[in-house]
C-alpha cells in the first residue's frame, strides 16, 4: 500500500516479536504466559492489519483514493482484520475447525483498533479458555495495541511514493524521525519505553517540540486505554511507565516534511494538549460549516495575570491548526493577547503580513494612529483582492478586549465590513472576547460560542494519559476550571521528564 506506512509482513513480523518482548517483561516475577495464550498473541499480530489491502480494494478497485477512504480504512481495518480471520480461518493458517481459538485470535486482533479496544474487551472478557486452557485474551489484547504502536521506526517509512495524502505524510515523517524505540524495566520495575529521535535541526523549535509531544501524547494514551487489562493479567506488577524516556540523535540530510505532513502534527500536537472543549470546538465547525461569517468566543481572561481562565485561547488554537492542516488559509493576530493591548493598525498588519506573497509594505509608523490604521487598512484590501476567489480564508483577532473602545467601535463597525467585502465568499472571523467585551460585535450578525462548561469525563481522559484513572477521577471532580486543569496538567508533565 504505497499511500500508507508499512502494514506489511515485516510489519506484522515485528508486532509479534515486540508484543512476545512486552510480554516477558510485564510477566517478570509473576505467573508466565501459557503457550496457549502466546499462541493466540503471535497469530493476532501476524493477521492484525490484513483487513486494511481488502478494504481497500473492495472501497475504489481502481486504486484511487480520496481523503475520505483513507480515513475509512484507518478507522475500520482492525475490525475487518476480525472479520476476515473468522470467516477464512483456513486460510491464515488456523485450525478449520476450531471456531473457539479462531475467534479469540479474531477479537485480539480486532482490539489493535485504538476505536476498537474498548467496544471489544467485553467479548475477549468471555474468552476464558482455549483448547481446555484458561487464556488472558483481554490482556493479549491490551499487549498487541502496545506492540503495534511500538513499532515506530525509521524502517516503516520505506519509500517515499511519489503521492501520499497529508495525514499519512504525517506519519510517515514520524517514522522516519524515531531511529529506535525500545523497552527496558526500570528501577520500580515498570515497563519503560526508550526512543531516540532524530529530527531536522532545520525545523522550527516549536515545531520540533510538537514532533516529539506528539509521538509521546500517542503512546500515552494507549498506555492509558490498556492498563487495566494489564493490571488484570499481571496482578501485582507496576505495568508500562508514562514516563517515555526521550533521547535525540544528530543525523545530517534528513528528508523535510512536505508543508501539509507539518500542518498535520501541528493540529495533532495542539489538539493533544486540549483539556477538554471538544463540544466548542464542534460547535465553531458546524457554525463554519453553515457559513456563519462572524464568531465570538466568549470565555474569562484574567487581563491582570495574562491568564485565559476558560481555556478560549487554546480552543482558538486548535481550530487553526485543524483548519489549516484541511488547507484553510489562517490569518491570525495574537499581538494583542501576547502584549496585552495594541492598536487596530496592529491587527491589520498581522493580517497583512500573513497573507502569502502580499508584497504589504508597512507605513510609516511616526504618524497618527487614525491615519495610519486607514493606510494599513487599504493595503490590507490590496493584498486581499489578489488572493485567489476559491480560496478558504479564515482571520482570527485574539484578545478584542485589548483594544480601547474607540478602537473596538472602528475595528467592527468600519474595518471588518470592508474586509469582508474584498475578501473571497469562504471567509470567516473567529475573535475571543470576554463577555462584557461582546457589546461592539452585537450590531454585526454573529455567532456567540461561550467557552468555559468543564466536561469532567473529557478531563479525567486527558489527565489518564499523566496518571492513572483510578487518581484522577477525584481530581476531575473537584469543580476547577480550565486553567486549574491546565495548570496540573503542564506539572504532571514536568513531573513525568524529570522536573
Not at 452 to 462: A, P, R, S, Y
Not at 470 to 494: H, M, P, Q, T
Amino acid at each position: 500500500m504505497p499511500w500508507y506506512t508499512k502494514h506489511d509482513v515485516e510489519h506484522a513480523e515485528n508486532v509479534a516479536n515486540i508484543a512476545l518482548k512486552l510480554a516477558s517483561k510485564l510477566e517478570a516475577g509473576s505467573q508466565e504466559l501459557d503457550p496457549v495464550d502466546k499462541y493466540l498473541l503471535c497469530s493476532a499480530a501476524l493477521l492484525h492489519d490484513i483487513g486494511m489491502n481488502d478494504l481497500a480494494k473492495s472501497i475504489n478497485p481502481s486504486g484511487e483514493m480520496t481523503e475520505e477512504d483513507y480515513a475509512t480504512i484507518r478507522k475500520q481495518h482492525a475490525k475487518r482484520s476480525g472479520e476476515m480471520i473468522i470467516s477464512q480461518r483456513s486460510k491464515w493458517g488456523l485450525p478449520k475447525h476450531d471456531s473457539i481459538l479462531a475467534q479469540a485470535v479474531s477479537l485480539i486482533a480486532q482490539a489493535h483498533g485504538t476505536s476498537e479496544y474498548a467496544k471489544t474487551i467485553p467479548e475477549l472478557a468471555d474468552c476464558k479458555t482455549v483448547r481446555g486452557v484458561s487464556v488472558k485474551a483481554p490482556t493479549l489484547a491490551a499487549i498487541l495495541l502496545m506492540a503495534d504502536e511500538l513499532d515506530l521506526d525509521y524502517e516503516r517509512a520505506g519509500d517515499i511514493p511519489e503521492y501520499l495524502n497529508a495525514v499519512s505524510a504525517a506519519h510517515d515523517f514520524k517514522h522516519r524521525c524515531i531511529g529506535s524505540a525500545g523497552l527496558e524495566l526500570n528501577s520500580k520495575g515498570e515497563v519503560e519505553i526508550r526512543i531516540e529521535l532524530s529530527i531536522p535541526n532545520e525545523l522550527a523549535p516549536e515545531d520540533r517540540e510538537a514532533i516529539e509531544a506528539w509521538i509521546v501524547a500517542k503512546l500515552r494514551r494507549q498506555i492509558s486505554l490498556v492498563e487495566a487489562s494489564l493490571e488484570e493479567g499481571f496482578p501485582g506488577r507496576p505495568g508500562i511507565s508514562r514516563a517515555i524516556k526521550v533521547s535525540y540523535r544528530n543525523v545530517p540530510y534528513q528528508i523535510m516534511p512536505s508543508a501539509g505532513a507539518l500542518a498535520v502534527i501541528r493540529s495533532e500536537a495542539a489538539t493533544d494538549r486540549l483539556i477538554d472543549l471538544s463540544e466548542s470546538l464542534k460547535s465553531i465547525k458546524a457554525a463554519l460549516r453553515e457559513g456563519k461569517k462572524l464568531i465570538v468566543l466568549i470565555g474569562e481572561w484574567d487581563r491582570l495575570g495574562g491568564v485565559d481562565i476558560d481555556g478560549r485561547e487554546d480552543l482558538l488554537d486548535v481550530l487553526t491548526k485543524q483548519l489549516s492542516a484541511n488547507g484553510t488559509l489562517i490569518l491570525a493576530s495574537r499581538r494583542l493577547a501576547l502584549n496585552g493591548a495594541g492598536e487596530g493598525s496592529d491587527v491589520l498588519e498581522e493580517w497583512a503580513n500573513a497573507i502569502p506573497d502580499s508584497r504589504y509594505r508597512s507605513p510609516a509608523q511616526a504618524q497618527p494612529e487614525v491615519t495610519r490604521r486607514s493606510k494599513v487598512l487599504d493595503r490590507l484590501l490590496q493584498a486581499i483582492s489578489a488572493i485567489p476567489r476559491e480560496a478558504h480564508i479564515l482571520f482570527t483577532l485574539s484578545f478584542m478586549e485589548g483594544m480601547d473602545d474607540d478602537v473596538r467601535r472602528w475595528f467592527f463597525q468600519e474595518a471588518l465590513p470592508a474586509i469582508q467585502g474584498a475578501a473571497p465568499s469562504n471567509t470567516s472571523f473567529v475573535v475571543t472576547a470576554s463577555a462584557q467585551f461582546v457589546d461592539e460585535v452585537k450590531p454585526l450578525d454573529y455567532t456567540p460560542i461561550e467557552v468555559g462548561t468543564i466536561d469532567f469525563e473529557e478531563v479525567k481522559d486527558h489527565l489518564k494519559q499523566y496518571e492513572p484513572g483510578r487518581w484522577v477521577g477525584a481530581v476531575s471532580a473537584l469543580g476547577l476550571r480550565y486553567k486549574d486543569f491546565k495548570k496540573l496538567a503542564i506539572n504532571l508533565e514536568k513531573d513525568l521528564r524529570g522536573g
